[in-house]
């Protein structure tokens, strides 16, 4: 019986009448345990080197120091986040919202060439879900071994072998919830609080939180994530379509399948290259069978595209009986170049131009950014006054400012203003800022009596650093009263 008839729904009769047989269909399908099998080739060797490049970025950064700091860190508390040579705050938000299109635009790209790439080879869960399996196979063997040691029952080698798993399993999950806080507060500090456990409450909650969702998600739900929860699998195929290089099974070449000797002659027996070995089943992630055709649940990881090479190499036919192709390609019987040129489709070309010039721009942007920013807020408890000072009648308005360095060292500010006939700065006009920090400053304007009409008038505030030899403006209005 093949998979998708095992799990098919049951039809359970709960009651009969003289009249008819009633019945209750369960619309819930009860789940069942996939053990892949493990399988070598191209596609696994490309899976690992993803699975250690990801890691090796996601653990390795936040160890990694930039000068006196962390390289890559996100103080929420101080609102100032590291990115190796550029420290940004919250005004830079523009530039979280470039990355969030780049990615989105990626994921069409990607997606609209070569099906779903990300979740086959990328993304968190198959990654996770890849080291908690090899543990898994180190811990308690291959699948056969997995599957006979899960239907015995209790002993002390099960006990210790299941033990060992879940030991490995939470190490990893705690390794990475820590490494997942490292990048929000100072690693080497984390570290010294977690051994002398004097971490703090959110500390504490994002790390075990962390930890929980990589060992549920990767080492119990795995692919229900991927089939169930993951909203990308259900709106995927509005983003592909026949030109689309997809995991796919050659029908044609395929069918009919059957057993069959390995000198035995398919012409007479009338069977095709597909010896339904069913491998293709045991070492799909997410258990379909993709002799069946494209299914939403496929990740696209080219498990069975390797195991069915093997297999055909064993019984001396050609390679790529299931291949990464197109429906077209293989509709038409196209080669490998024309099925190359035919997914260099407009519609590729176009995510390409756009990708690149949004790309272009953040690049522009972040080169030619200002190294410090400046806000100015008017004192709403006095708007306007007037005071008496230096032997004359002045109008006077008080502001905050704040000059936030961007930069990683000390910086002088000189601060000016115009807009209006005779008006100054009444205080302060120089001033020192530390390296990455936010400093306010109260600033009275002053303006001679007749120096403008009753009325509110906009006036420019002008911040400049002498060393960086760059400006900023800010426009801000000054109320003269009746």
Request: glycine share 6%; with cysteine; proline share 4%.
């Amino acid at each position: 019986m093949s998979e998708p008839e095992k799990n098919a729904q049951k039809v359970i009769p709960i009651a009969l009448t003289d009249d008819e047989d009633e019945v209750l269909v369960s619309l819930y399908q009860a789940h069942t345990k996939i053990y892949p099998r493990s399988v070598s080739g191209l596609f696994s060797r490309w899976r690992w080197v993803l699975v250690f490049l990801t890691q090796l970025v996601f653990y390795g950064l936040p160890w990694l120091a930039w000068g006196q700091r962390q390289a890559v860190l996100f103080d929420l508390g101080a609102r100032r986040f590291y990115v190796f040579g550029l420290v940004l705050y919250p005004q830079d938000f523009i530039y979280l919202t470039g990355i969030l299109v780049i990615s989105a635009y990626s994921l069409f790209l990607f997606t609209a060439v070569a099906g779903r790439l990300w979740c086959g080879y990328a993304c968190p869960q198959t990654v996770y879900t890849e080291i908690f399996l090899w543990l898994e196979k180190v811990t308690e063997g291959d699948r056969t071994a997995r599957m006979k040691r899960d239907n015995a029952p209790w002993s002390m080698e099960k006990l210790g072998r299941k033990a060992a798993k879940q030991a490995l399993w939470i190490a990893v999950a705690l390794w990475t919830g820590f490494t997942f806080v490292g990048y929000f507060t100072p690693i080497h500090q984390l570290a010294s609080e977690f051994a002398h456990w004097q971490l703090g409450s959110w500390e504490i909650f994002w790390t075990f939180f962390y930890a929980f969702a990589t060992y549920g998600n990767a080492g119990y739900m795995r692919e229900q994530v991927c089939k169930y929860m993951c909203p990308y699998a259900r709106f995927q195929s509005a983003m592909f379509d026949k030109d689309t290089l997809i995991v796919t099974y050659d029908q044609a070449r395929g069918e009919p399948r059957g057993a069959r000797s390995k000198k035995a002659d398919l012409t007479t027996l009338n069977l095709g290259a597909c010896v339904d070995c069913s491998l293709c089943v045991q070492v799909c992630p997410t258990g379909i069978d993709i002799r069946n055709g494209l299914q939403y649940e496929c990740i696209g990881c080219g498990a069975c595209a390797d195991v069915c090479d093997t297999v055909m190499d064993k019984v001396g036919y050609a390679r790529g009986l299931v291949k990464y192709t197109t429906e077209h390609a293989l509709q038409q019987g196209w080669t490998k170049a024309q099925t190359i040129r035919h997914v260099l489709r407009p519609r590729v070309l176009i995510y390409t131009g756009i990708l690149l010039l949004i790309v272009s721009a953040m690049a522009v942007s972040l080169a030619t950014r200002t190294l410090f920013k400046v806000d100015v807020v008017r004192d709403r408890g006095t708007l306007s006054r007037v005071v008496y000072a230096n032997g004359g009648v002045h109008v006077e308005n008080v502001f905050s400012i704040q000059i936030m360095n961007a930069t990683e060292s000390s910086q002088r500010f000189h601060i000016s203003v115009d807009g209006l006939p005779g008006v100054k700065v009444a205080t302060q006009t120089d001033l020192v800022v530390a390296p990455t920090e936010a400093r306010w400053l109260p600033v009275r304007l002053e303006l001679p009596m007749d120096g403008a009409p009753e009325g509110s008038h906009t006036i420019h505030f002008h911040v400049e650093a002498p060393d960086l030899h760059d400006a900023v403006s800010e426009k801000a209005i000054f109320i003269v009263p009746h």
